[in-house]
């Protein structure tokens, strides 16, 4: 290939957007554009910045083709969610509704009670661990409820109950044999 060569305008074009951006891709293109304009080899700067030397090529080719433009992707690669904008939109509605409110006999919602409710609302399901993950994306953190009994219990008799407790095993604990 031949060497690289940058206009002073266009190094300094590369040098704003390494250090405006917030994106690490774009940082990361950047940079190498501007490593290969120093004569650093795709292997060099593949070792270098922890990427493939084929990465190296791509963000070469995209750049030569557009210019700029070509340090950032048009589109994420893969295929494109089924979780569009009217699911989750009936994702966090039904995350904010409590389900008794809804008629069902449960106070809290699981993963795979609420992956059936937005089911029958939208037609679109997800395994468990893809809506946890499209959970987190939309900023819930899904945790499992920790049952207590507490405000609904007679705490005088509860805490008198542990002190009991705790006097039986120690009593136990005294008339125990020892071992050898």
């Known amino acids: 290939m031949a060497a690289w060569t940058l206009t002073d305008q266009e190094w300094e074009a590369l040098d704003d957007v390494r250090f405006s951006t917030t994106d690490a891709t774009v940082f990361r293109n950047a940079t190498i554009i501007l490593m290969s ?28 083709e ?50 059936e409710y937005v089911k029958k609302q939208t037609g679109i399901s997800f395994s468990e661990d893809q809506l946890r993950r499209i959970l987190h994306q939309e900023g819930f953190s899904f945790q499992r409820p920790k049952h207590t009994m507490r405000g609904k219990r007679d705490e005088a008799a509860f805490t008198r109950a542990q002190k009991e407790l705790q006097t039986l095993k120690k009593k136990r604990a005294a008339t125990m044999p020892t071992s050898r």
Not at 88 to 102: D, E, H, K, N, W
């Open 66 to 115: 557009r210019g700029p433009r070509g340090l950032q992707r048009d589109k994420p690669p893969g295929r494109t969610s089924s979780a569009t904008a009217a699911y989750r939109q009936a994702l966090r509605q039904a995350v904010a509704t409590p389900p008794q409110s809804l008629g069902y006999g449960f106070s809290v919602w699981s993963v795979a009670r609420l992956n």
């Open 37 to 64: 304009a120093v004569g650093r080899s795709k292997f060099s700067i593949a070792h270098d910045l922890g990427c493939s030397p084929a990465t190296v090529d791509n963000v070469r080719k995209r750049y030569r």
